[in-house]
């Protein structure tokens, strides 16, 4: 819920400002779906076995989601900052797939921080050590978002790949689907690590 508010009024304030981006702010199903996939999953196993990793799992995927629609939504849009393509380093335009820049990266480390904030705050038993995971996962599930966005979204590049001779394209909500899955299984790893 954390997530759709904040994200919803961030999205309709640029859009109020004038501000465009390649991809309109309203959600559909399958950008929905792209974005909810992993926790609902994540959600349904921990309801299962009872293992809180999944749990982190499926929190983690959403403060990618977060990261991620902060990220793109405040980073260099508003303020005066260069936008430049994760691969190349090539300036780029705001708003552009595959683009960070320094208000952005912070706009995305402040959206998984914040998912992560929450869940200490609603949780009986989290700590900050669980905190740190589910925001770092979450903000690197973002950053994985923007290398694939570079790599198989921006104008420059093809986003087809082939895969057992068949050509597939990579869409927005591949890549958010990914990097959202990406994202909890991150924290699944870093779970592991912390509690060894």
Do not use: C
Not at 53 to 70: Q, R, Y
Not at 90 to 96: C, F, L, R, Y
Not at 124 to 136: N, W, Y
Not at 179 to 185: C, D, E, I, L, P
């Amino acid at each position: 819920l954390i997530f759709f508010i904040s994200s919803s009024l961030i999205s309709k304030n640029k859009y109020q400002e004038g501000v465009v981006s390649e991809h309109s702010f309203r959600r559909d199903g399958s950008q929905v779906w792209a974005n909810g996939f992993w926790l609902s999953l994540w959600l349904l196993v921990w309801f299962l076995s009872d293992m809180d990793v999944f749990l982190l799992a499926g929190i983690a995927s959403i403060a990618a989601s977060a990261s991620d629609t902060w990220a793109t939504e405040i980073g260099g849009n508003r303020l005066k900052s260069k936008t430049r393509l994760l691969t190349t380093w090539k300036v780029v335009p705001p708003g552009s797939d595959g683009g960070i820049s320094l208000p952005g990266t912070l706009a995305s480390l402040a959206g998984s921080t914040l998912i992560a904030m929450t869940y200490l705050v609603l949780s009986t038993d989290s700590s900050f050590g669980v905190v740190a995971v589910i925001a770092l996962a979450g903000f690197s599930g973002s950053f994985i978002d923007s290398y694939l966005g570079a790599r198989f979204q921006h104008k420059e590049v093809s986003n087809f790949v082939s895969l057992a001779g068949r050509r597939f394209q990579i869409n927005n909500n591949f890549v958010n689907w990914f990097s959202t899955g990406a994202a909890s299984f991150i924290s699944m790893i870093l779970t592991l690590i912390i509690s060894l």
